[in-house]
């Protein structure tokens, strides 16, 4: 297997200098930052052909030093603890979960980040001025309408929370309670409705009070994962006067499959109930002239999770949450009587509106990468993503010892062994070990209608046919 060490230029006259400290460090900035730039570069270079994924529970604890050696020595000793050991989780082969990995332009969006170490939490500055720059092209690239209010948090499960309590808001506003001032106590009858909710909206709604079991799973529609608009509607015939919150699917993480959101729409226009909709990475369908239609209708929702670690391919973490009543989700999150931190109600600051206070411009990776790529930069990233999956989709339809489960709708290949059921767990779990364990490809475990099956996403820029053919190589390999 490819060892990152190997060939690393070991000729810095800096990386023995074990007695450097904080100021001789300023005086060096320049060097350590080029250390720290061949290191990356390096790292870069070969994040096609390390491991996508290894298996560790632990590496040697390393002790905290009473006298510190410095940013030069420590990047060495770095480099010897865990050199061998770093995966590529950023490069083409990683198909686990939904993740991408970094673009160059978005690196170094992220690098400039940390340099200038800005933190966006009220307005009035460059900062500030950048992510709401940033939200503003996002929400042209995604054809959300300009008056969603955008922010950045740390991931789609963070901006699923923060859709959540601003619909808590609502719903307690519909009995005629404040939520926010007098908590969950004055809330009844919490019921949230959806078909095939991501995990993360159930840990939201245990963090919230809202509780998991005020969830109301609506059947799917046979052999799918989007909604019976039938069952739906026949739900909220049956509780009439009732206000729920609806969580839409736009890209379940089996089968990439969404609810039909426009159908959601025009029921909104007869039934009481908040519209939120969990596009994590399904958002990016909006990119493609092909597959928007797929969004259809979201524009009219009342709040959008759109994840950035995943399909923007910007760095971790980072996702959109976007809402349309801006009111409510200031009495959710603003800080009262902090004098310092202005007048909530009075003037916009990010810290009022979102879980965090303090926090770093995660905005700008995006920032970069949207200027350096284009509208076309990111059709192509989505459009070349899903034609490999099809191609990949076709080749396991293809062998009779696979399954493919669902139909590759967008950027998920979500398949089995076929195998008699009783073997079938062991077999595929066999198989999946092996197949991660091969160094070339990692891909994660799942249960679809009751199988146990694998999935394997892709939504990293850098996957290319040369990358299908050979993970489909060592799906031979492993069959045989
Ligand atoms: C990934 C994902 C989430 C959670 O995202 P994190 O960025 O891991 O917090 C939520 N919903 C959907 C549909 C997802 O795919």
Redesign the pocket.
Known sequence: MFQFCAGIANDSPLRFQASMKLSDDLKYTDQLLQLTKDFSNRFLSVADKLAPHKVFHSLPAVALPQTGIGGAATLEKFRQLYGDQLTAASGPRFWG??TGGVTPAALMGDWLTSAMDLNVSSSGTVATCIEEDTLRQLKSLFGIPAEFLGAFV???????FTGLAIARQWLGLQQGVDVAADGMNALQDVRILSSVP?S??LKSMSMLGLGRNSLVRIPALPNRESVDLQALENYLKEHPNQPFIYIA?A???NTVDFDDIAAIVALKQQYNFWLHV?????GFAACSTEYKSLLNGWEAADSI?V?A??WLNVPY?A?MIFNRHPELQVSVFQNPGAAYLGDPLREFHYNNYIPENSRRLRALPAWFSLQAYGREGYQYIVENNVHLARKLGTLIASDPRLKLLAPVRLCVVCFTLDVPEETQADAVSGFLTALNNSGVVYMTRTQYQGQPAIRAALVNWRTTEKDIQLVWDTIQQLLT
């Open positions: 979960f939904v740390s991931g789609a499960t963070m901006a699923n991501h993360s909206i699917n890209g379940t993480v969990d596009a994590a990475f399904g999770t994840d670690h995943k973490d996702a």
